[in-house]
């Protein structure tokens, strides 16, 4: 059950960052995939930006979802997210469902499609939001963490995007081109197996300079846009609560407390 109580309408939208948390802390580790602070810098993009009566786009779905979903249902936007994993999906709905829709009197169908598939796909990927007339103003982007990959989607979201967009990134500190080795390994050890050393050839530059270069030779005009993140990450208790957890990200160059690992663009077409 997520129906704990936080309080009325009002008084959620009036502590509105505060409840972001509320209901993002009710979250298993295994679907709580981004840092509090990450979570209310995303929130705050969102706000700050005043993006109302738009669509916003995710791919790799967790507590990233609740932020987006949570601001949707207050300013009249549509969120579409994709994961390839369908009990993430299922499960983010009844946890949205109880703590989030039924405080706000929502019906969740209204501001969330989620996708159960692969976000690169050209039949059910981010290329059907034209097929269903869908302009996202706003792109997340947390799935595979390989530079190819991410490249495919921003393309994707950039052909359907509206004519002033933001791109959204988590872990563009990475610099895996093709293959993330950082989880292989991770996934390896599990198995008792030796990890695999990097090619040289998969290293890129961080996908912060990547994406911004990528974008900046589309676009007429690209912004790297502050963000709240470094901020909010000094005292941020998610760091002390999956401590153990992180030691071991940390050991294998999967995490790393920085302000480059979440980034923001704003681009003009
Ligand atoms: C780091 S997690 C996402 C964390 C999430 N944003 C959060 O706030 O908790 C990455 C997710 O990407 C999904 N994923 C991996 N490859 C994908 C792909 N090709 N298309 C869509 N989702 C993918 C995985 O199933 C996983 O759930």
Redesign the pocket.
Known sequence: MFDFHFGTRDEIIKNDEEFVLFTKRMLPRW????PDSE?LALYRILKVNNLKKTALI????????IALVFHAILNDCKVVS????PS?GSFLKSVINEAICKPLNANINDYWEFIA????NNHLGIAVLSEMKIKPTLGFF???HTLD?LIAEINAYSDSASDIFYVVL?DANYTNKEENFSYINMLRTKLKLPSIEQPISNVCKPYHEEIQQFLSEKFKKVERIENDFEKLMTDDIYFDYFQSDWKQMIQKGMAKKTKDRFVSFKIEK
């Open positions: 679907i709580n995939g981004i979570c995710e791919t790799g779905c967790g507590a990233s979802s994709w994961d390839t994993n993430k598939f692969d976000s690169t947390d799935s595979l990959h988590d």
